[in-house]
């Protein structure tokens, strides 16, 4: 499955974006979909996660209740809604796709087989 993340950009601190993430190439709905982020100097961290069917969600605790992701099967898009920014919110985002994920797995960046191209999320203060 190929990935093509959109929707970065300059923000404010306490304003808002919506990034997304299509998806082509094979059936969208088979793969848990999830988002990822990378400041400079600091490691690839888990963001969010969606499950196949959007039925389950998961958000690292620094996003709760700011962030949200959500999926459209039929577009084959998934979309990170982010409220409430914060400069520590900035980073490049990274959109990513596993079909056998287990669950449990969900936030290790290393277990999806595959990756966007990254989109530049900067929040100003």
């Known amino acids: 499955v190929q990935l093509q993340a959109s929707g970065g950009g300059l923000v404010q601190a306490g304003g808002s974006l919506r990034l997304s993430c299509a998806a082509s190439?094979?059936?969208?709905?088979?793969?848990?979909m999830g988002w990822f982020r990378q400041a400079p100097g600091k490691e690839r961290e888990f963001v969010a996660a969606i499950y196949r069917r959007g039925g389950s969600t998961y958000y690292t605790d620094s996003v709760k209740g700011r962030f949200t992701i959500s999926r459209d099967n039929a577009k084959n898009t998934v979309y990170l809604q982010m409220n409430s920014l914060k400069p520590e919110d900035t980073a490049v985002y990274y959109c990513?796709?596993?079909?056998?994920?287990?669950?449990?797995?969900?936030?290790?960046?290393?277990?999806?087989?595959?990756w966007g191209q990254g989109t530049q999320v900067t929040v100003s203060s």
């Open positions: 190439g094979r059936t969208f709905s088979n793969y848990i």
């Open positions: 990513a796709a596993d079909r056998n994920l287990i669950w449990s797995s969900i936030s290790t960046a290393g277990e999806y087989d595959y």
